[in-house]
DNA sequence: TTTGACTCTCGACCATGGTACAGGGCTTAT
DNA sequence: ATAAGCCCTGTACCATGGTCGAGAGTCAAA
């Protein structure tokens, strides 16, 4: 049973350009657990990288695509954007972009990842609170969750527009 | 000038029944900066409490309605959806819903948002990495940001749907 | 060499989370 | 008592992030 799955998975891999394994987008979605038109909607975004083409037009992808988009996912998970993670990914450095620029940008992304954390430490402790007083007495009536965020208006400052 | 502004605030608040202060809904989408309309699209969605009424119609509001959508505001940052939302705020124990129950459902939600902190701080690391690396030497060609959230593929589950 | 499964493009459609009126009724300072 | 400025309901529209289908071409195992 093993064995079969294990050969289709082999069967729908190109070996093709100097010994890289490549894919097509069906296989592509399938790894990265998202609809074809999913991936051709983030090519179109720009948010992987723009695919080579075979002579018949089908598109050429590798690990890399897919990884992208494991990862694409996940960062919606975590409340950012597309566009938000366009930056993340561009993030890097090289002949183009200087120094500077690239250290702003990140201590800015640092800066609301950071904030995240934060919040959802909070969440996560007055969960376990929640948890913990079910060990114990009574009812509580009110909504415990609320307070969670309060008291940290973190200097007035929008994180988003 | 703050004079008149506290003032002003003042004068939008009502006191009504027995000591408390209220709101009017504009004065409520200012507070927790947001439009009127979303104020009324989340009474709409049952995410937060049902407001009583003047005899003319107008909705009365308190403090709790505007630390409420507070709240869903910063847990929508967080990439929960109004959904998603809607549960944590209803976590609670009170005479209608048993220990056992609530248990369940925070130790779900725990689950959830440790994962998240567990995705940010990968991605944080990264960031700092990067941010040091501008103090160094030359250039890195790859993206940085993308080895940030692999080979965690935490048991093949997925968190949403 | 055929045939079933796959791919292409492109345009329409969908769900979520709002946002914007229109037409009418309150409220309140003057 | 009146006008500016609120609030009400309801419906239509919007942006984001997909999702679906038609019509046509491609691939590969038998």
Redesign the pocket.
Known sequence: MIVLEVMHMI?NM?KKYNGITTY????VARRAD?????V??YEKRKLIPKTD???????IFTQRHIDQIKF?KRA?QLGF???EIKELLELRLDEETSCSEIKEEAQQKYQDVSEKIDDLLRIKETLTGLIDSCSEDGTIGDCPILEALEGKNKTGKQLRK
Chains 1, 2 share one sequence.
């Open positions: 069967k190109d097509k987008i069906g296989e998202v609809n074809k038109e999913t051709q909607y083409r075979r002579r018949s037009g089908y598109r694409i919606q954007t597309l566009t």
